[in-house]
């Protein structure tokens, strides 16, 4: 059971927007079993859909089409698909009725002729329903292969995928299994942990693959497993990871598949009934924006203070501006300041804060550009670490917002877990 | 002059990652005209590498493969490669001293044989030397089609397509002159935008493509032209955007391509002299993490407080707990407060404020799930307007922090530019 994720868009083989569907849609698939062999991005081009059509036919079981489906001109690809399945395009009622009644809604207005044109169709396509959009999603088979075109809007496609079209491939399909497990690291890279797990790896079964994923700061170590028999499939993954455990305690952080250093971390304050208040320089922000990301963070974030300009640090978080003057606002004394602030300004037990330079040009200090302090500020002390993340800009604001995650994380681990 | 971008991994393929490599490579290459005809997400096998090459070859001049150069032993790109190329592996000294230097520099420690091995590459291909990380790049050529072989780490990947991989192509191949011009709006739906400027899109000539890009709150028009004689292609292109402009002046945002609201407002306020900052609940930080994403905006933006909790209102913005009381956190009323808070906290201009419910559970108000209220605070007033952004979380954030920058950015060009 194969499948092949194709996008079609010039606006994707230009740069000017990254594909996050074909991701959104593997993910999809794999939780139901069914591999995603390839993914394709395509031109907005009559001939290049015709022969990407025609490649896969009999070559997949499945083809998962997304984009090109919006009312404007520049959308070809259902009047394509009408052609390769030599059909011809008829007005769907339920789905005029549905765009009609959306416009109004919405928009307070009657519909035109480019949203009347939404409501065509292949006649002897299956119509997906869309419920959140103007577009409908339309399955259709040819020859064993199942094409399915989809609206490239994420949050309707990942609608139609969830409601529509995952239930259809689940009725239809006899899966294998496809098992994942992910182990999250922080602070060890690739190639130390390799060497250092490399015998547990070497023993690994045929049917058990292993992928490391490095991002800034972590590596997470994917583990696959494929066959027909599931519970042993699970029993032999639970056995490698009682025997990896053990091998990386120091810098694992995660066992769930969606794990990310703010879910975890979240799990841990919910866990241990603790709060956190950041308190964001260089950062602007973005440690409460990930933090604020996990639905429920209400639950342990009280809030944050963004002190992006030299004076609100005074001003908001009553910095003297002698200590300024006398340590500069990149500084442990200063990252150490707006801790202790922002801890009692919000009334918390824990708090994270950052003062630095992202770049590219220096601030108002001197620290050479990529400089980073930050302070976690805990119940019995506050403490700092230094830190020079380097360039661009994104890539210090990154890593800030993921070092001061772990720093917080490890401290309530390592002194304030029950 | 056509070229086709290859990722390897599984880790895209099952949807663990999404695969921004792609989107950078095709965009460098637009902008010194040689086009990308399609992308292809493969897996780290041997077969499907091997059968993929051997597709591509002779079928397009150039072929940019990223992904699969890490020291572990899920990467068998450099095997791969070396086979197809009927070549040898052989120590390249230059890139083993200088992962022996970046090891000993960043890590402390010495290198090992995983390390080692990264300084193998095929005997016939050219090195690109990777002067921020430990995989070097590859150069081969095969009857006429260029292979390039890059690591997947995106900064790593981003400085060896800007300094080895552009550079070389620029000298190797005449080039077609592509030119693209982004036309950002906000406010006007897809269709009525379409609708709106039919006749002058039934205009554009044939070398001149359009497209729409929707994403939420906003479109973008997108105009692509080809062709041999710049000065014509640039001469048209200002000549149809002179048309176009004031049919759409009362939602058109930016005119650079790569203007984002962010940006724009950015632009708007450093040039009329203005401050900002924002007062945040729902939006945990987002709209601060983004407008400071842009360089450059401490020239603006001077802080925020994320007001996350409801006590947090009172304590930190000095919201009275009667007012709360009385009106519930998520109201036009308590907007205002924050909004004007704010404003007087870091002494700005302008401020933004959210407050609101952004799902997937009602919190410490009744309003229903995907209410917010954005009030914008000016020199002279401050005024709220109420939205319901629907479902689920992540779109309601990203449409309240869209709509924020909006609000603030029209309200300065209609009263307060100069």
Known sequence: M????????????IGQIVDTNSSFIAKSLNQIGIEVNEMLSISDDKKHILDTL??????????????????????????????????????????????????????????????????LVPSKCEVLFNQVGTAPGMWMEKEGTVFVSLPGVPF????????????????????????????????????????RIEEWEDALPDFIKLAYLPSPGSVRLRMTARGKDEDMLEKVLAEKIALLEPQIQDCLVGLEEDDTLQVVLGKLLVKENLTIATAESCTGGKIASVLTSVSGASAY???????????AKEDVLGISNQLIQEYSVV???????????????????FAIAVTGNAGPLKGDSNAEVGTVFISIAT???VFTEEFNFGQPREKVIDR???????????????NYKK
């Open 2 to 13: 194969k499948a092949t994720v194709v996008t079609i868009g010039d606006e994707i083989l």
């Open 379 to 381: 119940p019995k002390e």
């Open 301 to 311: 974030f009280r809030g944050s203070v963004v002190s992006y300009a030299t004076v």
């Open 156 to 195: 309707e496609m990942k609608h139609l995928i969830e409601n529509e079209v995952i239930p259809r491939l689940i009725k239809k399909y006899d899966r294998p299994f496809i098992i994942h497990k992910t182990l999250l690291t922080y602070g060890v890279g690739e190639s130390l942990l390799a060497e």
């Open 400 to 414: 800030a917002v993921n070092k001061g995650l772990e720093l917080v994380y490890k401290e309530i681990l390592k």
């Open 331 to 349: 500084s442990t004394q200063i990252a150490e300041a707006m801790a202790l602030s922002v801890q009692k300004l919000f009334k918390t037990d």
């Open 54 to 119: 025609l490649q896969l036919q009999n070559k997949v079981n499945l083809v998962i089409i997304t984009g090109g489906l919006g009312p404007t001109k520049d959308d070809i690809t259902k009047k394509t698909l009408t052609e390769y399945f030599e059909d011809t395009l008829v007005v769907n009622e339920d789905v005029l009725n549905h765009v009609t009644q959306l416009i109004e809604q919405y928009f307070k207005r009657p519909i035109t002729q480019l949203n009347k044109d939404q409501a």
